[in-house]
């Protein structure tokens, strides 16, 4: 086998784990959404979930750091 057919070969099956991953990524997308959907009809504001879920993604010391500066801030501006 030449050796072009084996890199084309070896091509092929990376970009077809890739399109593989992508369609599972669109799903567990489209999971999610759902979950904020009905999250949503429950009565939950998905916008401030969101914003949970990302600050519990972040480290104990980044999310102190921004709160810290985020207070300032409103501080500054008289919204404390």
């Known amino acids: 086998m030449a050796e072009g057919a084996v890199a084309a070969d070896q091509l092929r099956l990376f970009i077809e784990r890739i399109e593989r ?13 759902d979950v904020y959907a009905e999250a949503k009809a429950t009565g939950y504001d998905p916008k401030i979930m969101r914003m ?4 519990r993604k972040m480290e104990t010391h980044t999310r102190q750091e921004q709160d810290a500066i985020l207070e300032t801030y409103r501080s500054a501006l008289g919204l404390a």
């Open 52 to 55: 949970v879920v990302r600050l």
């Open 21 to 33: 991953l992508e369609e599972e990524k669109k799903g567990i997308a489209d999971d999610i959404r």
